[in-house]
């Protein structure tokens, strides 16, 4: 099988690089907002790590090798996150107000209470604590699911999981600048709200009064739900084998479920994250056609 063309994944990485530099240069320029930094201090000796070591595989294995070729997508992976994570670092100096208060004055008008909800959640505490686990499982989906896959060397799979990530937050990120949202919990006063929840509300207010942030806690994008978009890549990541497929799928559907019933997004975050998704996917099928038709059509 071809692989995707790296023209496709390198352009929609460079579009995303040059949106977060563009954002960062108007807030430098002209805003000038504190904000905090989502890439980790270890990043460079990470880095460093990996170049090492795959220097090293050359050395012992060859270019060719299998651990070489591990390693190398390994370093392909960790470029993409720290590529994501430098636009995380942009767009947080978003100069535009919130929208929360629409988004909830629209559900309200389709008789859907948050709180309500909420409270709901919370008085059934075995089904709040179960979501609560399936919600925090996306941090270890991200780090090991990619692992395994390189692992297993299925390195198509990987390419195709790099364009969707970039290709998404491409949208959902410049979504998020011209018409942010702090959550749930930023916009309905009620004590049934983790402080994470309200963190992410708390960090777009004092970067906004020129106040360096004084958590990491919470999120940042309520609209769309990058939750449910890389929860979904992950599993889609894992299609190749059913049995892993099928568990995670129970534990995705849970963890879909938990945005909206934990009051960490709106109903409506999951409708863009969903539109956002399928956006992703038929770029790739986009990106996909002329390497079909050079197979089909090659004498």
Same mark, same amino acid.
């Given at each position: 099988?071809?692989?995707?063309?790296?023209?496709?994944?390198?352009?929609?990485?460079?579009?995303?690089?040059?949106?977060?530099?563009?954002?960062?240069?108007?807030?430098?320029?002209?805003?000038?907002?504190?904000?905090?930094?989502?890439?980790?201090?270890?990043?460079?000796?990470?880095?460093?790590?990996?170049?090492?070591?795959?220097?090293?595989?050359?050395?012992?294995?060859?270019?060719?090798?299998?651990?070489?070729?591990?390693?190398?997508?390994?370093?392909?992976?960790?470029?993409?996150?720290?590529? =994501? %994570? /430098?636009?995380?670092?942009? *767009?947080? &100096? !978003?100069?535009?107000?919130?929208?929360?208060?629409?988004?909830?004055?629209?559900?309200?008008?389709?008789?859907?209470?948050?709180?309500?909800?909420?409270?709901?959640?919370?008085?059934?505490?075995?089904?709040?604590?179960?979501?609560?686990?399936?919600?925090?499982?996306?941090?270890?989906?991200?780090?090991?699911?990619?692992?395994?896959?390189?692992?297993?060397?299925?390195?198509?799979?990987?390419?195709?999981?790099?364009? =969707? %990530? /970039?290709?998404?937050?491409? *949208?959902? &990120? !410049?979504?998020?600048?011209?018409?942010?949202?702090?959550?749930?919990?930023?916009?309905?006063?009620?004590?049934?709200?983790?402080?994470?929840?309200?963190?992410?509300?708390?960090?777009?207010?004092?970067?906004?009064?020129?106040?360096?942030?004084?958590?990491?806690?919470?999120?940042?994008?309520?609209?769309?739900?990058?939750?449910?978009?890389?929860?979904?890549?992950?599993?889609?990541?894992?299609?190749?084998?059913?049995?892993?497929?099928?568990?995670?799928?129970?534990?995705?559907?849970?963890?879909?479920?938990?945005?909206?019933?934990?009051?960490?997004?709106?109903?409506?975050?999951?409708?863009?994250?969903?539109?956002?998704?399928?956006?992703?996917?038929?770029?790739?099928?986009?990106?996909?056609?002329?390497?079909?038709?050079?197979?089909?059509?090659?004498?």
């Amino acid at each position: 099988m071809r692989t995707l063309k790296t023209t496709c994944i390198i352009s929609s990485g460079a579009g995303l690089c040059g949106f977060a530099i563009i954002v960062m240069a108007i807030n430098y320029f002209f805003y000038q907002y504190p904000g905090n930094n989502y890439i980790p201090p270890i990043f460079l000796t990470i880095a460093l790590f990996l170049l090492l070591t795959y220097s090293g595989a050359i050395l012992q294995y060859g270019r060719s090798g299998n651990l070489t070729l591990m390693i190398k997508e390994a370093i392909y992976y960790y470029t993409v996150v720290m590529i =994501l %994570l /430098f636009a995380c670092n942009a *767009i947080q &100096y !978003t100069p535009f107000p919130p929208i929360d208060k629409y988004i909830l004055k629209f559900e309200s008008s389709l008789y859907i209470n948050m709180e309500g909800i909420v409270r709901w959640t919370r008085e059934h505490p075995n089904i709040n604590t179960l979501l609560m686990y399936s919600y925090r499982t996306l941090d270890y989906q991200l780090n090991f699911i990619p692992i395994l896959v390189i692992a297993a060397k299925r390195f198509q799979l990987m390419r195709e999981y790099y364009f =969707l %990530l /970039f290709s998404s937050a491409l *949208i959902g &990120y !410049t979504f998020y600048y011209f018409f942010p949202t702090t959550a749930p919990a930023s916009v309905i006063d009620s004590p049934l709200f983790f402080e994470a929840q309200r963190a992410t509300g708390l960090k777009f207010q004092q970067i906004h009064s020129y106040i360096q942030p004084t958590t990491l806690e919470g999120g940042m994008i309520a609209t769309p739900s990058f939750h449910a978009i890389w929860a979904w890549f992950c599993l889609y990541l894992l299609r190749p084998w059913p049995i892993a497929f099928g568990i995670l799928l129970i534990v995705n559907l849970l963890l879909f479920t938990s945005c909206i019933l934990l009051g960490w997004h709106y109903p409506i975050d999951l409708v863009a994250s969903v539109i956002i998704v399928l956006i992703a996917h038929k770029l790739y099928a986009i990106c996909q056609r002329p390497l079909y038709k050079k197979s089909i059509y090659k004498p």
